[in-house]
């Protein structure tokens, strides 16, 4: 079976624009969750989707958005970015969501806002 | 305050040598996770409790809920263990995720 791919994987934008995200998740897989990590906040979560739904929602502001499609392919999305918003997207699908299924990673966007 | 506590932040051990890497959590959670990071940002999986102790090859995890603590342990050490190992609980309310900053790890031959 194919892993979870992320597109872009680098991407450079500048302040002020708005970005998209791209993730795929691995055949059969219905979760989606999303994780931005930073040098200096680590890694945190910010959505999980499941069969087109928001589960979940970490402590981002509304910039930050996200959607699932029918296929369990999911966007997220960026408006007005800021020099903060510099990070690895990382993306990890399950077969299911919640607990007791095991969550595979996908290799994440690299985005660089100047 | 974190929710996620993991020490140490950085090791450097011998091949061959035990090693030991902690985590303490402060909410209630449904499970926890260790993920291994190597360089590029790769993540992959390789535990997930929500009680007990489990063992992948020369890995092995424990979790006590009670103490609201987990060790991860690497036998044996190797070169190729060498990664940045991180904790994550998911909460038992309102299921959001949390994660420790990592141990980083290098193992020498």
């Known amino acids: 079976k194919a892993g979870v791919t992320q597109t872009p994987r680098y991407l450079i934008k500048t302040r002020g624009q708005q970005v998209t995200l791209s993730c795929s998740p691995i055949s059969g897989h219905r979760s989606v969750s999303w994780y931005q990590q930073t040098p200096g906040q680590g890694l945190q979560f910010l959505f999980e989707?499941?069969?087109?739904?928001?589960?979940n929602k970490g402590n981002f502001p509304g910039r930050f958005s996200g959607r699932q499609f029918s296929n369990s392919r999911s966007e997220m999305n960026v408006s007005t970015l800021e020099l903060g918003d510099s990070a690895l997207y990382l993306c990890?699908?399950?077969?299911?969501?919640?607990?007791?299924?095991?969550?595979?990673f996908g290799p994440g966007t690299r985005l660089t806002v100047t | 305050k974190n929710e996620v506590e993991q020490s140490p932040q950085n090791l450097t051990a011998q091949e061959g040598e035990f090693i030991t890497i902690n985590c303490s959590y402060s909410?209630?959670?449904?499970?926890l996770h260790w993920l291994q990071q190597h360089p590029g940002g790769g993540i992959v999986s390789l535990f997930m409790l929500s009680s007990g102790k489990k063992k992948h090859g020369r890995l092995i995890a424990t979790i006590n809920i009670q103490e609201k603590h987990s060790s991860l342990h690497i036998t044996a050490s190797h070169p190729r263990d060498s990664a940045v190992y991180i904790c994550a609980v998911r909460r038992n309310t309102g299921n959001q995720f949390y994660f420790g900053t990592g141990t980083s790890l290098t193992v020498i031959p």
């Open positions: 990890a699908s399950s077969l299911w969501a919640g607990e007791g299924h095991e969550q595979y």
């Open positions: 909410v209630g959670i449904s499970a």
């Open positions: 989707y499941f069969s087109e739904t928001q589960r």
